[in-house]
């Protein structure tokens, strides 16, 4: 019998779900055990069961009776929902705690929260920012609670006996999904930017998810546009495994992470950035600045200033 049902949107291979990974193997070592419900299974679900997890299932239709049902045959003591917040008001008819696990910044999950009015014992939000945030939207701040998200430092880790090979052209990293918060957009131009000054580097974005066919013909679109169709690497959907690889090569060839988000309520690829060793330019926003400090492993802009971003970018290459 598993303790806590988990329910979220997407079964990625990382993002959110590697901090439910973190998670539940911190479970396994108290006892505790979860079982997980996704709407969408986009390769992570394996994963999730290596590290633990107990029952990991996809529904594809009807997702508000499917999680009463769960709830309804397994005596679930807890459910945590990580989206669809909305389902925090039918969970509680079945008397178990519920829990709210915000780790994004859109004003959506806000408005999702409110729909289920006083049904949450506890919200988790990944940092101060975050608390300060939600609670600024009216909520009571005493049921907030700051959990920093945990990484894999098995897949996360610098590799110091490697020698900077200081080869050109320098790796730029994105992480992220196709979404305008994460702000694909102001990366592309900060590429084009840093091609234009003639800087030996060689941009990378890492897609993850799916997204609708508008968004993928407008990414491509763009690129198009700024010429870059042809100077771009995109890698869709890899493993945390690869990212990790692919962060500690670019450290070694004297690259960098890129972030270019409107908000952040963690920022989790910085974090797995500067494991990796991987210097780091990121957007002031959100959580980001509470957490690092401008210096030489990561360096901060404010949000759509892209060409100081470019700036920053051409520092740790000539750094290297």
């Not at 049902?5 to 291979?13: D, E, M, Q, R, T």
């Not at 997980?36 to 009807?62: K, T």
């Not at 952040?264 to 002031?284: H, I, K, N, W």
């Amino acid at each position: 019998m598993s303790d806590s049902l988990v329910v979220y949107n997407n079964c990625s291979l990382g993002g959110v779900v590697s901090v439910m990974r973190e998670r539940v193997k911190q479970g396994l070592s108290k006892g505790a055990h979860y079982d997980f419900y996704f709407f969408n299974d986009f390769g992570g679900r394996a994963s999730l069961v290596e590290a633990g997890a107990r029952h990991v299932m996809v529904g594809n239709m009807s997702h508000e009776n499917n999680v009463a049902t769960l709830v309804r045959n397994n005596g679930y003591k807890s459910a945590h929902l990580f989206s669809h917040y909305h389902l925090g008001h039918l969970l509680k008819l079945h008397k178990i705690r519920v829990h709210a696990e915000v780790h994004g910044s859109h004003i959506s999950a806000i408005h999702d929260l409110r729909k289920a009015g006083s049904a949450y014992d506890r919200i988790t939000v990944p940092s101060q920012w975050s608390k300060d945030w939600i609670a600024g939207h009216g909520f009571d701040p005493s049921i907030i609670d700051v959990v920093e998200n945990s990484v894999d430092r098995s897949i996360f880790y610098e590799r110091p006996d490697i020698e900077l090979k200081g080869a050109k052209p320098a790796p730029v990293i994105w992480v992220g999904r196709m979404e305008e918060h994460k702000n694909w957009r102001d990366a592309l131009s900060i590429f084009s930017i840093l091609l234009k000054r003639g800087q030996p580097i060689q941009p990378v974005m890492v897609l993850s998810l799916h997204s609708d066919a508008a968004r993928i013909h407008e990414f491509f679109r763009q690129l198009s546009l700024l010429g870059l169709l042809s100077k771009v690497e995109v890698l869709y959907n890899i493993s945390q495994i690869e990212v990790a690889h692919l962060f500690r090569e670019a450290a070694a060839m004297g690259g960098c992470s890129l972030l270019t988000s409107k908000l952040e309520s963690f920022g989790l690829a910085v974090t797995e950035s500067q494991y990796c060793g991987l210097p780091v330019v990121a957007s002031r926003v959100g959580a980001i600045p509470e957490r690092v400090t401008h210096d030489e492993s990561v360096r901060l802009f404010d949000f759509g200033d892209n060409q100081v971003a470019a700036d920053l970018i051409e520092q740790v290459i000539c750094a290297n």
